[in-house]
């Protein structure tokens, strides 16, 4: 891989500090994409890096540059708010596009998220999106400085703590986020769309998450980075994040996964004879309750569909996959854990007990003799010995689980 300094203008004539991570040679560049950084963050915070690196290895190039007032650009962050972070990330693709070429991939984690979701709307070469813990809002972001605002509706200013540093705002900023409270935007994309969240996310909920799916129109996907933190700051999280992105961006980006191949810029262990009509194919039509399962590649990735939802399956890399989503028996348990944990919750909220969390944790195990699924429950609340035992009989009722103890007739019919 090699990075590059780049800087450019903003709106306002102001220098902006950037760096360009490409494939080792041009021939291996198959795409351009940005990466908006969090509130307050820089263009080198570890999981931008670490996310970056990824694609680059599958031929995306990924500009990353410090907005307004942050890290190495110029500016005053007093001065910049959420319309100058979309300003900036306009004024970061136009430079691409003059330069090199108009990026095809916007990435935004945390509120940089929430400006690709707008910037999105002036830059039609744009063919993908994707944002990793991020508010479906601008206006979420005001739950930082919450404690400032009486001082900043009287003084027009204020210094406020976020995370470990100390900056100034002025009233202009706020003023600017209540501007950005909906999310009908979204729902005018008009391009493909991939959310990463973390249920345990602590800084932006896992429902802000929810309301961008939601907003959004088809194709839409969610990626669960299950007990990620907000900053990816795990290695395996955000590495995790740029090879679902890499895999997923090229079915929509006109990357030809043969071209791929080629360019050297999958890594000799990831083998893919995906076509481009395959790459490119659109998205199934799904009738009522129906699912669809379709190939992503000719190993085990595969789509699953139904009418709202898209999710990805595929096997561990032991298994000849390349883990980037559940294998059919996680799918599984996972079917089996969700209906329990819901059946729980009916019937706790319906008794109006004190439950205040429901933990489903299941294991698959195939033994001499039989198949064995092993489910663990667990629930915090001020409960009786007596109803936690009655809710373990309850998990039984599970319409999931009753469906496999049935025994259910699977047959197979050949379509014209």
Request: proline residues 4%.
């Amino acid at each position: 891989m090699a990075r590059t300094k780049v800087e450019f203008k903003n709106k306002k004539g102001e220098t902006l500090a950037g760096l360009l991570e490409t494939p080792e040679t041009d021939e291996a560049t198959l795409s351009f994409a940005i990466f908006a950084h969090c509130f307050t963050c820089s263009k080198d915070v570890a999981a931008a890096s670490r996310i970056s690196r990824s694609l680059s290895k599958k031929g995306i190039a990924v500009f990353r540059f410090d907005f307004t007032g942050l890290g190495n650009s110029d500016g005053d962050f007093a001065n910049t708010n959420f319309s100058s972070n979309v300003d900036d990330l306009i004024a970061a693709a136009t430079m691409l596009e003059e330069n090199y070429q108009a990026p095809s991939l916007l990435i935004g984690h945390s509120l940089g998220g929430a400006a690709v979701l707008t910037a999105a709307h002036h830059l039609p070469k744009v063919k993908a999106i994707s944002t990793i813990g991020s508010p479906a809002t601008a206006d979420h972001v005001q739950h930082l400085f919450l404690s400032a605002v009486p001082e900043l509706e009287e003084k027009g200013e204020a210094r406020v703590r976020i995370g470990i540093r100390e900056f100034n705002i002025k009233k202009q900023l706020l003023d600017d986020l209540n501007k950005n409270t909906s999310p009908k935007h979204i729902g005018n994309l008009k391009r493909p769309l991939l959310i990463f969240h973390s249920p345990v996310d602590t800084i932006v909920s896992v429902d802000e998450a929810a309301k961008i799916y939601k907003s959004a129109k088809h194709p839409k996907s969610f990626v669960s980075l299950d007990d990620a933190d907000h900053l990816l700051s795990n290695r395996d999280d955000s590495e995790y994040v740029g090879a679902t992105l890499a895999a997923w961006a090229q079915r929509y980006i006109g990357i030809n996964p043969a071209k791929l191949e080629d360019s050297g810029a999958y890594s000799a262990n990831i083998n893919t004879s995906k076509t481009s009509d395959q790459s490119s194919k659109p998205r199934p039509d799904v009738n009522g309750s129906e699912v669809v399962v379709t190939e992503l590649d000719k190993k085990f990735l595969r789509g699953l569909f139904t009418k709202d939802h898209d999710v990805i399956s595929d096997e561990p890399i032991n298994y000849g996959g390349e883990n980037l989503g559940p294998s059919p028996y996680n799918l599984l348990l996972m079917s089996i854990g969700s209906c329990t944990s819901m059946t729980l919750r009916m019937y706790a909220n319906r008794k109006k007990w004190p439950v205040d969390d429901i933990n489903v944790r299941l294991v698959y195990e195939r033994l001499e003799k039989e198949e064995r699924i092993t489910r663990h429950l667990s629930f915090k609340g001020d409960l009786t010995d007596e109803q936690k035992t009655r809710l373990v009989e309850i998990a039984d009722r599970c319409p999931v689980h009753r469906t496999i103890e049935n025994h259910p007739v699977i047959s197979s019919e050949l379509e014209s």
